[in-house]
């Protein structure tokens, strides 16, 4: 005889927020009791005194404060960047590459016409050139995928690598002290290319750059003609070639939007923060920002809760390091606990599980 599962699970066609509300929340105490044991287990401290030490790392005085906010509005910008391609389904695994380029470009007018030029004008161009750059560098692995079909996730991949030698290669001519096989801060005495300075603090100017972009891409998205075509082109291009869109056009119209804001990112890398240039600019957000688009359903504005989130247990993990003597790792296995969980609740807001009363 046939026994029937105790449970039985089945697609939800709709869900309340405040259920999603519910099961993140749960999901997150879930991921907080899990790290708990861990921390327990393997260093044998107490979990409260951890997190405490992650908060005062993250948020513990002013300069801490704003420094995580300026990595959070990075973060968040190269998310914002990839929402487009990622709900097209075009796999851009090369934002790395995009904001090195554009990174370079900003650098390479900050090293040449700082000084020569007003300081507005030198942003605006540093601004557009990064952008453009950024386009470019998104623009030619969706040539090759709409012309001849490549496969755009090992394309943008293998462009990081190149982007990568570009910056190594101009380091060369920019060293700084020569020999030094490093740039340095440039323009440090005249704050040439330098994003100033603005009702008392350094990072004004990317607040506004990242909020536009957040704001309008969100609208681009949910309520263009263009944002429903990037979706319709995400679910089928089939469907889509069906329902008369220009699949081809759709493609680089939204890699170039994508690489764009990468490269406003290394513009803002660049003149809003480090104002350096090296292989090392983008740091690996190019990929973190994949799960932060990703987890926010590409929604600009959750992005910014886990932008926030992410950056604020990184910035943690120095504080736990210097405070307990441990391994920064130690905070990335929280962060990973936590980034488990929130994405296993992803299965509970789409699906629901019920007993099986037959």
């Known amino acids: 005889m046939h026994k029937e599962p105790f ?3 089945s697609k939800r066609e709709s869900i309340g927020l405040g259920k999603v509300i519910l099961i993140y929340a749960a999901a997150l105490l879930m991921a907080l009791i899990v790290s708990a044991g861990v921390i327990v287990a393997l260093v044998h401290m ?12 993250a948020l513990g005085s002013k300069r801490r404060m704003w420094i995580t906010i300026r990595d959070m509005l990075i973060l968040l910008c190269i998310a914002v960047g990839l929402a487009p391609a990622f709900r097209m389904r075009f796999w851009n695994i090369g934002a790395e590459g995009q904001i090195l380029v554009g990174g370079v470009v900003s650098a390479a007018l900050m090293i040449n016409l700082g000084g020569k030029i ?19 560098w998104g623009l030619i692995p969706t040539i090759f995928k709409a012309s ?21 290669f101009c380091v060369v001519f920019w060293e700084n002290p020569k020999g030094s096989n490093s740039v340095g801060i440039i323009n440090q005495s005249t704050r040439a290319g330098w994003l100033p300075k603005t009702l008392g603090t350094d990072y004004f100017w990317n607040i506004v750059i990242v909020s536009i972009l957040t704001v309008a891409m969100f609208i681009y998205l949910k309520y263009s003609k263009q944002g429903y075509e990037v979706a319709v082109v995400g679910e089928s291009e089939r469907t889509a070639r069906y329902a008369g869109i220009n699949v081809r056009r759709v493609l680089l119209r939204t890699m170039a939007i994508s690489g764009a804001i990468c490269g406003i990112a290394g513009f803002i890398l660049v003149s809003g923060s480090g104002h350096t240039i090296s292989t090392s600019t983008a740091g690996g957000r190019g990929f973190t920002a994949i799960i932060v688009a990703w987890m926010a359903k590409f929604n600009t504005f959750i992005m910014v809760l886990i932008s926030f989130g992410i950056v604020f247990m990184e ?5 736990i390091a210097s405070q307990y003597g441990l391994n920064e790792n130690a905070s990335s296995i929280i962060l990973g606990i936590i980034l488990f969980f929130l994405i296993g609740a992803e299965f509970f807001v789409r699906y629901k599980v019920e007993r099986n009363h037959k």
């Open 315 to 319: 910035k943690g993990s120095i504080q």
């Open 7 to 9: 449970l039985r699970m």
């Open 148 to 168: 001849w079909k490549t496969n755009e996730t090992l394309f943008t991949l293998m462009m990081n690598y190149i982007a990568m030698q570009v910056v190594t």
């Open 118 to 136: 007003p300081n507005i004008l030198l942003l605006v161009l540093m601004f557009a050139g990064s952008a453009a750059a950024g386009m470019i």
């Open 46 to 57: 107490n979990p409260v005194d951890v997190y405490k030490a992650i908060f005062d790392g």
